[in-house]
């Protein structure tokens, strides 16, 4: 499966922005989506991810609340709502797919579990 993010952009503190996450090649419902995030000079972090039927979503307990994450199948489509943004959420976004996830389980919060990712989509959060 080949992901294309999109979506980023510079924001002020505050506000909200909404990442797309296209899917193709294989459809995307195949796979538990994930995102994550890497910052300058820091590792790359889980963000958020979802379950294959998009009904199960599992966030960081620090960012639960102001992101969430959604699916449309019909679409090959995975969206990142992020709202109240922060200077401190500034990074490159990530959209990930992992294979051999359980249909309704969307516990999958560490990089090596996913196998395909996205080229990133830089979020810049002005404070």
């Known amino acids: 499966v080949q992901l294309q993010a999109s979506g980023g952009g510079l924001v002020q503190a505050g506000g909200s922005l909404r990442l797309s996450c296209a899917a193709s090649?294989?459809?995307?419902?195949?796979?538990?989506m994930g995102w994550f995030r890497q910052a300058l000079g820091k590792e790359r972090e889980f963000v958020a991810s979802?379950?294959?039927?998009?009904?199960?979503?599992y966030y960081p307990d620090s960012l639960r609340g102001r992101f969430t994450i959604s699916r449309d199948n019909a679409k090959n489509t995975v969206y990142l709502q992020m709202n109240n943004l922060k200077p401190e959420d500034t990074a490159v976004y990530y959209c990930?797919?992992?294979?051999?996830?359980?249909?309704?389980?969307?516990?999958?919060?560490?990089?090596?579990?996913?196998?395909?990712w996205g080229q990133g989509t830089q979020v810049t959060v002005s404070s």
């Open positions: 990930a797919a992992r294979p051999n996830s359980i249909y309704s389980s969307a516990y999958y919060g560490t990089l090596r579990e996913y196998k395909f």
């Open positions: 090649g294989r459809t995307a419902s195949s796979y538990a």
């Open positions: 979802v379950s294959r039927s998009g009904g199960d979503t």
